[in-house]
């Protein structure tokens, strides 16, 4: 174990940073981040020049390579990695302004062959997303759809959703990405829930859901699981109560249209469940290809319902 501070022999190398981030030592980790900022701001200025993003570039490079430490070949050029990360990310942004970087289940990344490897990747997915859980509720929502979401909505589609300006969500964007860099570092050495476990048991509740509406028993499962006071908005506007969300999934049902689950992002107060559609062979353009199901939550129970139609 690497102590990144207070040591006698003075600060720790790149290497020993690199091979303690690699052991999941998250503290080694933000120092590592911190050690090469000014670097990698300068690259990131030198791509985009002075515009308003390059610390949104910068900070989304943190992202990138707390996900993919475990890849670093030559820990004593990790300064030169790092900036690397950070370029490609501003070309990215140069060629689309609006391309978000999604952020994968750490655990499924490639090469996660031996144990070590496996814990590395858990310990830093935890670390991420008990930073994710000191953001504001407003903050993670917006985050969570751009960053960790599959389908990530565009600017305009999570304005639409969350009923805002298009400026707005790019301020809460650039905020959430400050503050979560610093949380990053605020939450090193503390210890990180198993944020694999909360998104597995989402994702049965998902499927669970699915299987209930299908049996004809939605009201009875919403009623039993979700807040009682439920309600479908459509960006700030509450458009209407459980009956209207149990009247429109029996509507799909009906038209025999079914929803299949794909994947399920999960924070303390905001959920995210990605659904296939899929329509019937005699009505094939009856409903979108997908749809995203944002939850917010209310005492562990779905409280505000928002679709968004990939």
Same mark, same amino acid.
């Given at each position: 174990?690497?102590?990144?501070?207070?040591?006698?022999?003075?600060?720790? &190398?790149?290497? /020993?940073?690199?091979?303690?981030?690699?052991?999941?030592?998250?503290?080694?980790?933000? +120092?590592?981040?911190?050690?090469?900022?000014?670097?990698?701001h300068a690259v990131a200025?030198?791509?985009?020049?002075?515009?308003?993003?390059?610390?949104?570039?910068?900070?989304?490079?943190?992202?990138?390579?707390?996900?993919?430490?475990?890849?670093?070949?030559?820990?004593? &050029?990790?300064?030169?990695?790092?900036?690397?990360?950070?370029?490609?990310?501003?070309?990215?942004?140069?060629?689309?302004?609006?391309?978000?970087?999604?952020?994968?289940?750490?655990?499924?990344?490639?090469?996660?062959?031996?144990?070590?490897?496996?814990?590395? @990747?858990?310990?830093?997915?935890?670390?991420?997303?008990?930073?994710?859980?000191?953001?504001?509720?407003?903050?993670?929502?917006?985050?969570?759809?751009?960053?960790?979401?599959?389908? $990530?909505?565009?600017?305009?589609?999570?304005?639409?959703?969350?009923?805002?300006?298009?400026?707005?969500?790019?301020? @809460?964007?650039?905020?959430?990405?400050?503050?979560?860099? +610093? +949380?990053?570092?605020? !939450?090193? /050495?503390?210890?990180?829930?198993?944020?694999?476990?909360?998104?597995?048991?989402?994702?049965?509740?998902?499927?669970? !859901?699915?299987?209930?509406?299908e049996r004809g028993r939605? +009201? /009875?499962? $919403?009623?039993?699981?979700?807040?009682?006071?439920?309600?479908?908005? &459509?960006?700030?506007?509450?458009?209407?109560?459980?009956?209207?969300?149990? @009247?429109?999934?029996?509507?799909?049902?009906?038209?025999?249209?079914?929803? @299949?689950?794909?994947?399920?992002?999960?924070?303390?107060?905001?959920?995210?469940?990605?659904?296939?559609?899929?329509?019937?062979?005699?009505?094939?353009?009856h409903c979108p290809p997908?749809?995203?199901?944002?939850?917010?939550?209310?005492?562990?129970?779905?409280?505000?319902?928002?679709?968004?139609?990939?």
């Amino acid at each position: 174990m690497v102590r990144v501070t207070g040591m006698m022999s003075g600060p720790p &190398s790149d290497e /020993e940073l690199v091979r303690s981030a690699r052991d999941g030592e998250m503290a080694a980790m933000g +120092a590592l981040l911190e050690r090469h900022r000014a670097g990698m701001h300068a690259v990131a200025l030198s791509v985009l020049g002075n515009r308003p993003d390059v610390e949104d570039a910068v900070q989304d490079a943190f992202l990138v390579a707390v996900r993919r430490i475990g890849d670093v070949r030559r820990a004593e &050029s990790v300064g030169a990695w790092l900036r690397m990360i950070v370029r490609n990310v501003c070309r990215s942004r140069l060629r689309s302004p609006d391309a978000p970087t999604p952020v994968p289940d750490l655990a499924m990344l490639p090469g996660a062959t031996s144990p070590e490897r496996i814990l590395d @990747r858990h310990a830093m997915r935890d670390w991420l997303w008990r930073a994710v859980e000191e953001l504001s509720p407003t903050l993670r929502m917006t985050l969570m759809l751009r960053h960790f979401s599959p389908r $990530t909505p565009s600017y305009e589609q999570i304005a639409e959703l969350c009923g805002v300006p298009v400026g707005t969500v790019r301020s @809460r964007l650039s905020e959430a990405r400050t503050k979560l860099v +610093a +949380a990053m570092a605020a !939450t090193a /050495e503390s210890a990180h829930a198993d944020a694999a476990a909360l998104s597995r048991a989402s994702a049965r509740q998902a499927a669970e !859901t699915l299987a209930a509406a299908e049996r004809g028993r939605f +009201a /009875e499962l $919403t009623a039993e699981r979700w807040s009682p006071d439920v309600a479908l908005y &459509s960006g700030r506007q509450r458009v209407g109560g459980r009956d209207f969300l149990v @009247r429109g999934m029996e509507c799909d049902l009906e038209a025999g249209v079914r929803q @299949r689950f794909v994947t399920a992002v999960t924070s303390r107060d905001v959920t995210i469940w990605e659904m296939d559609l899929v329509n019937p062979p005699d009505d094939p353009d009856h409903c979108p290809p997908a749809v995203a199901w944002l939850m917010t939550m209310k005492d562990g129970r779905p409280h505000e319902v928002r679709l968004f139609h990939g």
